[in-house]
């Protein structure tokens, strides 16, 4: 089904690196405990990129509409919901979670028992004019952040306030490598380790992305594809090392990262984009006394401190371009290369 233009927009895959803008019906009216939205803005990921070149690591059902980090406008309020409005800007959690585990509970969000899926991935995503959501996966924006902040909220921002700050226990005065710091999840965190008084050291991945990062904070900028970073981070911290390492590349960059770390250090991953599989050396993990921190998606509670701290324009989002429907693709190959610097916004409404 194409779009025609008599329903409602919506980006779907077809099938593996085949999107197609198709009309759907519009949602009911929100039943019990939903809302219903008016998407704003989609910001992309490489769990996009996943989902378009086929690596679902779950299963899931096609044509599926994609988008799992996304913004919206409250347009209607069904029953049993208190605390939002009509109008109301709001940031939206990605995973469809139970909302009743213990873990859900105790607003441990990404913990939950029961999470039947991503948005986007294996379930419908956001790419859509309107959707029918359960009020409690919706966060409120605070006056002063704009639709493409709330949109980033969910994974640019919570994921690494996850990370660094619920995880690494990042503290005022350490030192932090961040890699691919011209990445959506790596300039949010440079600017939010720099603004907690820490010094930086990021990895790029072309001399074009050297000055941008070190505008977003960064004390020095290492190209990885000209330079062994490992080398460069224990000659710059004296052959210390540093406390935390900021970990998402995987494969390519794993064991190096281990060794850019001080006696008691801290490395916290959330992907694996070069690779699922590496190996590391046990000696150095229990003789140096690392520590190996997992972290996936993140608390609704580190999507409202994000956007606090964009309120107080402490942090902004570094955004590379906006995009339509029609330049979905496009978009997403440049992801696919790494050729960008910050996010793509796809805009809905």
């Known amino acids: 089904m194409?779009?025609?233009?008599?329903?409602?927009?919506?980006?779907?895959?077809?099938?593996?690196?085949?999107?197609?803008?198709?009309?759907?019906?519009p949602p009911p009216p929100p039943s019990l405990g939903e809302v219903t939205l008016r998407i704003k803005a989609v910001a992309l990921?490489?769990?996009?990129?996943?989902?378009?070149?086929?690596?679902?690591?779950?299963?899931?059902?096609?044509?599926?509409?994609v988008g799992a980090e996304a913004s919206g406008e409250v347009e209607a309020v069904g029953a049993g919901v208190s605390g939002l409005l009509p109008g109301q800007l709001v940031s939206i959690y990605g995973a469809r979670t139970c909302g009743l585990c213990r873990a859900c509970r105790e607003g441990r969000d990404n913990l939950c028992e029961h999470v039947s899926g991503v948005h986007g991935f294996h379930l419908d995503g956001f790419a859509q004019e309107k959707i029918n959501l359960p009020a409690r996966l919706l966060v409120p924006a605070p006056p002063g952040v704009t639709e493409i902040g709330a949109a980033v909220a969910p994974v640019t921002f919570g994921t690494v306030e996850h990370m660094l700050f619920d995880n690494a226990r990042l503290q005022p005065g350490e030192?932090?490598?961040?890699h691919a710091g011209g990445s959506g999840i790596g300039s949010a965190a440079i600017q939010l380790a720099k603004k907690m008084g820490c010094s930086v050291i990021t990895t790029v991945?072309?001399?074009?992305?050297?000055?941008?990062?070190?505008?977003?904070?960064?004390?020095?900028?290492?190209?990885?594809?000209?330079?062994?970073f490992?080398?460069?981070v224990r000659k710059l911290t004296k052959k210390k090392g540093v406390d935390v390492v900021f970990e998402h590349v995987g494969a390519?960059?794993?064991?190096?990262?281990?060794?850019?770390?001080?006696?008691?250090?801290?490395?916290?991953?959330?992907?694996?984009?070069?690779?699922?599989?590496?190996?590391?050396?046990?000696?150095?993990?229990?003789?140096?006394?690392?520590?190996?921190?997992?972290?996936?998606?993140?608390?609704?509670?580190?999507?409202?401190?994000?956007?606090?701290?964009?309120?107080?324009g402490l942090v902004s989002p570094v955004?590379?371009?906006?995009?339509g429907f029609d330049e979905i693709d496009a978009a997403l190959k440049r992801m696919e290369g790494r050729d960008v610097f910050g996010k793509i916004i796809l805009r809905v409404g």
């Open 45 to 65: 990921n490489h769990i996009d990129v996943w989902g378009w070149r086929g690596m679902a690591f779950a299963k899931r059902k096609l044509p599926l509409v």
């Open 175 to 178: 030192t932090i490598l961040v």
């Open 319 to 323: 955004i590379d371009t906006e995009v």
């Open 2 to 25: 194409r779009y025609l233009g008599f329903g409602m927009r919506a980006l779907q895959l077809i099938e593996d690196r085949r999107l197609e803008t198709v009309d759907l019906p």
């Open 230 to 232: 490992e080398g460069i």
């Open 205 to 228: 991945g072309s001399n074009d992305k050297i000055d941008k990062a070190v505008a977003l904070g960064a004390g020095h900028v290492i190209n990885y594809r000209e330079d062994r």
């Open 252 to 312: 390519d960059t794993f064991a190096a990262s281990m060794l850019c770390l001080k006696r008691g250090g801290r490395l916290v991953t959330c992907g694996s984009t070069s690779g699922v599989s590496t190996q590391i050396n046990l000696m150095q993990l229990f003789q140096q006394q690392l520590k190996l921190l997992g972290s996936f998606g993140c608390r609704m509670e580190n999507m409202a401190d994000a956007m606090q701290k964009m309120a107080a």
